[in-house]
């Protein structure tokens, strides 16, 4: 079942989404040579329970921190550690966070000091790729419109969709219906309808699409070892433009 959110749902869920972009944007800052993932992990943590808020990933289905952290291989999933960040390196954060009974949840991909041509377009790609679907994200228009532009823009510059892990409805619950993969036809799956909160989340690969499970039971990475990318919103489905709940979006 799909939840329309009312006027005053919207307002919550723009609240706990603009929070949650703040943590995006602190863990981006936070992104540098010798800095450990934990410590990103932890300070983004403290800032989450600063501003009230309780980080939507701890303990989720046993998952255990507050913050998924993917550097370069790695796709989504990734647990904070004591892995130090290199120059070079590419870091994707995953944050969600709960306050006022609704959840936020965003990604990017972050550079580490400076990075490689190829590194930046996966980057910048992948990024895209979210706002082609975004504009297909409108009242009348079927998860299907989202879907295929999505695909279709990452895949025209050469890469790779994964398509074990899709986007989702978000609202009280983190994962809500409907599944939004970004990867499709268009017209097809269900209508959308002003009031739907989703999340939308392009994992895209440099090289092949295959992924592999590691050993932690979490972290998701490339089977071919080529760099990935992600990049997330949680926006609101209206009868026009649709809204980046998740704003500032960067
Ligand atoms: N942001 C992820 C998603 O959209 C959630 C991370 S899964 C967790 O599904 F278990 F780590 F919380
Ligand atoms: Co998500």
């Known amino acids: 079942m799909i939840i329309l959110k009312s006027t005053e749902e919207i307002n919550l869920m723009r609240r706990a989404g603009k929070l949650t972009a703040?943590?995006?944007?602190?863990?981006g800052e936070l992104v540098k040579p010798g800095v450990t993932t934990q410590e990103i992990?932890?300070?983004?943590?403290?800032?989450?329970?600063?501003?009230?808020?309780?980080?939507?990933?701890?303990?989720y289905q046993g998952y255990p921190a507050s913050v998924c952290i993917s550097v370069n291989d790695e796709i989504i999933h990734g647990i904070p550690g004591k892995r130090v960040l290199?120059?070079?390196?590419?870091?994707?954060?995953?944050?969600?966070a709960y306050i006022g009974g609704f959840h936020g949840d965003c990604a990017a991909t972050f550079a580490c000091g400076k990075i490689s041509a190829e590194a930046q377009d996966l980057i910048d790609v992948t990024r895209q790729s979210f706002?082609?679907?975004?504009?297909?994200?409108?009242?009348g228009n079927r998860i299907g419109d989202i879907s295929a532009a999505v695909q279709a823009y990452a895949e025209?510059?050469?890469?790779?969709?994964?398509?074990e892990y899709v986007g989702h409805g978000v609202g009280a619950d983190m994962h809500e219906s409907p599944e939004i993969p970004n990867y499709g036809h268009p017209g097809r799956g269900p209508r959308l309808l002003r009031g739907m909160t989703i999340a939308v989340e392009p994992m895209v690969n440099a090289g092949a699409a295959s992924i592999y499970q590691m050993s932690d039971g979490w972290t998701v990475r490339t089977a071919d070892g080529k760099n990935a990318a992600h990049y997330e919103n949680t926006i609101l489905i209206t009868d026009g433009e649709p809204e980046i709940l998740t704003a500032p979006a960067i």
């Open 22 to 27: 703040a943590a995006r944007a602190l863990a």
């Open 41 to 59: 992990n932890d300070e983004v943590e403290r800032f989450i329970r600063k501003e009230h808020a309780v980080p939507s990933f701890l303990h």
């Open 86 to 96: 290199q120059e070079g390196d590419i870091v994707s954060v995953d944050v969600g």
């Open 156 to 163: 025209s510059h050469g890469f790779s969709i994964v398509r």
């Open 131 to 139: 706002f082609e679907g975004f504009k297909q994200a409108k009242e």
